[in-house]
Antibody
Framework: QITLKESGPTLVKPTQTLTLTCTFS??????????LGWIRQPPGKALEWLAV???????RYRPSLKSRLTIITDTSKNQVVLTMTDMDPVDTGTYYC????????????WGQGTLVTVSS | QSALTQPASVSGSPGQSITISCTGS?????????VSWYQQHPGKAPKLLMS???NRPAGVSNRFSGSKSGNTASLTISGLQAEDEADYYC??????????FGGGTKATVL
């Protein structure tokens, strides 16, 4: 059974760096064809894909946010960390991590999400 | 502005069928069979409904079906039930943006 859970601050100030951790179980980042992604959702708005790390350590980022995003893995702890620099109020939203289906372009299991508010 | 275009809302009566469209371009929906659909109830995480245009994951009702024609993918819900009232999102691989979502469609059961 695959489970994922996001953790991190609920409130960050503008210009600060956001660090979110996804702790998962039931799979390995090394599973062939697999991976883990980050998706966010501003309040009342649509889902936005942010980043994905594939089983072969290939990392891809949302083009408009590429300069601000970094994925870091800690395979020993079954954790993936997403950092986003220079936070702005428009970055307020619920941030999800999700398991990428094996050899598929989908996210088949999602964490519960964590709400991050950017405000001074 | 979302990369994929969906209608803001669709509605239908119990037992009826509704179809949600997802329009992209040859860079995403039209160029690859990598369209997925997600269902999201209020306050909940999205749930995968459909993969690779028309493949239902285990446990998803066969009342949900997917298709694609050109740059437009569609999700059809047959035999509409009250529990189908939710937001629906399409997603696709993109050779320009890598991964894109639609703007979401609110499905209402009348």
């Amino acid at each position: 059974q695959i489970t994922l859970k996001e953790s991190g601050p609920t409130l960050v100030k503008p210009t600060q760096t956001l660090t979110l951790t996804c702790t998962f179980s039931g799979f390995s980042l090394n599973d062939a064809g697999g991976g883990l992604g980050w998706i966010r959702q501003p309040p009342g708005k649509a889902l936005e894909w942010l980043a994905v790390i594939y089983f072969n350590d290939d990392r891809r980022y949302r083009p408009s946010l590429k300069s601000r995003l970094t994925i870091i893995t800690d395979t020993s702890k079954n954790q993936v960390v997403l950092t986003m620099t220079d936070m702005d109020p428009v970055d307020t939203g619920t941030y999800y991590c999700a398991h990428k289906g094996l050899w598929l372009y989908n996210f088949d299991q999602w964490g519960q999400g964590t709400l991050v508010t950017v405000s001074s | 502005q979302s990369a994929l275009t969906q209608p803001a809302s669709v509605s239908g009566s119990p037992g009826q069928s509704i179809t949600i469209s997802c329009t992209g371009s040859s860079s995403d929906v039209g160029g690859y069979n990598y369209v997925s659909w997600y269902q999201q109830h209020p306050g909940k995480a999205p749930k995968l409904l459909m993969s690779d245009v028309s493949n239902r994951p285990a446990g998803v009702s066969n009342r949900f079906s997917g298709s694609k024609s050109g740059n437009t993918a569609s999700l059809t819900i047959s035999g509409l039930q009250a529990e189908d009232e939710a937001d629906y999102y399409c997603s696709s691989y993109s050779n320009t943006a890598h991964w894109v979502f639609g703007g979401g469609t609110k499905a209402t059961v009348l």
